[in-house]
């Protein structure tokens, strides 16, 4: 399984890519509004430090409208991918834009038809929200299952379309995105850095440095 970031700021973005094992970016308007810098500004800084998928959603709410936009960010970069929202507009644009060899990241997912609907249209990755499922459903496996049905589905019918999972909260949605057989995690800052951690790792780094010193 794939890492990738899913942050548009800058400084996390920096610090992460020095660590050597992320894959690919992920934005929405959310983190780029959190960031402080318009999502041109965002794509210029973020393809000279990852050089894997990018990807950029579009504001747009018409297919034609989507279309038009997704070119733009298109033509900044290769690694530029165009996140499309799962809507009717956006199955329409998705078919588009991969008939124009554009690469497309369906986003806001939270069925296995939604997951269909994005794969028949072409979508290069689509991406099921695990953590937002889990929040409205009051568990802690909805999204787990989620991710099951879609990779299940992918492979009964030989979808070449890849799973990001996406909107994970904590350690236990990375453990289940693995579980899952999710191609990609996309992982925001706070979980990326607690990903190294254990109070094992720390207490047994001080027995080892002491040891080291006699
Ligand atoms: O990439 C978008 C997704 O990960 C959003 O996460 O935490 O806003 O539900 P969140």
Same mark, same amino acid.
């Given at each position: ?40 500004? *965002? ?7 990852? #050089? ?72 290069? /990755? ?7 499922? #889990?929040?409205?459903?009051? $568990? ?7 991710? %099951? ?7 009964? /019918? ?6 990001? *999972? *996406? ?15 999710? #191609?990609? *995690?996309?992982?925001?800052? %706070? ?9 094992? $790792? ?13």
């Amino acid at each position: 399984m794939k890492i990738f970031a899913d942050t548009a700021i800058i400084s996390e973005i920096e610090e992460v890519s020095s660590w050597g094992i992320i894959s690919g970016v992920t934005t929405n308007p959310s983190l780029i509004a959190k960031s402080g810098i318009s999502l041109e500004d *965002a794509i210029r800084k973020i393809v000279n430090l990852v #050089d894997g998928p990018i990807s950029a959603e579009v504001a747009e709410a018409d297919a034609e409208s989507m279309v038009e936009e997704a070119k733009l960010y298109s033509r900044m970069h290769k690694n530029i991918v165009i996140k499309i929202p799962m809507t009717i507009e956006g199955v329409k644009a998705v078919k588009l834009l991969t008939a124009l060899k554009i690469k497309t990241n369906v986003t806001l997912v939270f069925t296995a038809s939604q997951a269909l609907m994005a794969a028949t249209a072409g979508a290069t /990755y689509v991406s099921p929200f695990m953590g937002r499922l #889990d929040d409205l459903l009051q $568990t802690n496996d909805a999204g787990y299952i989620l991710l %099951k049905e879609i990779k299940d589905m992918f492979k009964t /019918y030989n979808f070449k379309t890849q799973i990001i *999972a *996406a909107s994970i909260r904590n350690l236990e949605h990375v453990n289940q995105s693995l579980k899952a057989g999710a #191609d990609i *995690a996309t992982i925001p800052y %706070k979980v990326l850095k607690e990903m190294v951690k254990h109070e094992l $790792t720390d207490k047994g780094l001080e027995i080892f440095r002491e040891a080291a010193k006699k």
